[in-house]
């Protein structure tokens, strides 16, 4: 039971480049999350799933799309990366209140 | 205004000591608060729920005053391993509202 993974763990994006983080879970919870963490900011919600084929926009949401095809998985897309970007990007599940996170993809963009 | 406030600290204690954090929500309609803790570039992760009539687990017991819209965590007898950040959260609709953390570091 590896609980909830996130892939990659590291990444640097020059601006204007593309890429889809990947978020996995095998606890077979309904609910699945994507935050972003700054200094100071907290953890901000920017999309989340109910159910498997549906999404829907959190707090900060913008330059940023979601796909949940599968139960298991939440993808996280960014179409063309911007220095606002930089961040420590968590996934999260949940079944009840708990939410479990994953360890977390640190994004660079230059 | 923010939905979630904390004091951002450090709050520095010696090993033994007791210490206290508070949290404040603005709407008064929330139903459910918990506190989280994150340590040093980790995953939050859940601490403990706070009740109405107030909580314990071990060296940690957390309050909530909904007349003053806050919540507090207590720790007694500070350890080392104590050292992180700790994060209240409340539940909205479909999803938890995180405050910005509190940290804390203990030390020998």
């Known amino acids: 039971n590896a609980g909830v993974t996130q892939t990659p763990k590291f990444r640097v994006l020059k601006t204007g480049q593309s890429m889809t983080l990947l978020c996995a879970q095998d606890?077979?919870?309904?609910?699945m999350y994507w935050y972003r963490q700054d200094p100071g900011m907290g953890l901000r919600l920017i999309h989340y799933?109910?159910?498997?084929?549906?999404?829907a926009k959190g707090e900060v949401p913008d330059g940023y799309n979601v796909s949940r095809l599968k139960k298991q998985n939440f993808l996280l897309g960014l179409e063309s990366a911007a220095p606002s970007q930089t961040s420590v990007y968590f996934c999260?599940?949940?079944?009840?209140?708990?939410?479990?996170f994953g360890p977390g993809t640190r994004l660079t963009v230059t | 205004r923010k939905e979630v406030e904390q004091d951002p600290g450090p709050f520095n204690v010696p090993e033994g000591a007791t210490v206290a954090f508070n949290c404040t929500y603005s709407?008064?309609?929330?139903?459910?608060f918990f506190w989280y803790r994150q340590d040093c570039r980790k995953e939050p992760k859940l601490l403990m729920s706070v009740y109405s009539s107030g909580n314990e687990d071990g060296r940690f017991t957390a309050q909530l005053n909904r007349a003053s819209q806050y919540i507090s965590l207590l720790i007694r007898d500070s350890k080392l391993s104590d050292s992180a950040t700790y994060l209240c959260v409340l539940i909205g609709f479909q999803k938890l509202v995180f405050g910005t953390g509190t940290r804390l570091l203990v030390s020998p």
């Open positions: 799933s109910v159910g498997e084929g549906t999404t």
């Open positions: 709407n008064s309609a929330s139903q459910s």
């Open positions: 999260a599940s949940t079944l009840g209140y708990e939410q479990y």
């Open positions: 606890m077979n919870h309904e609910y």
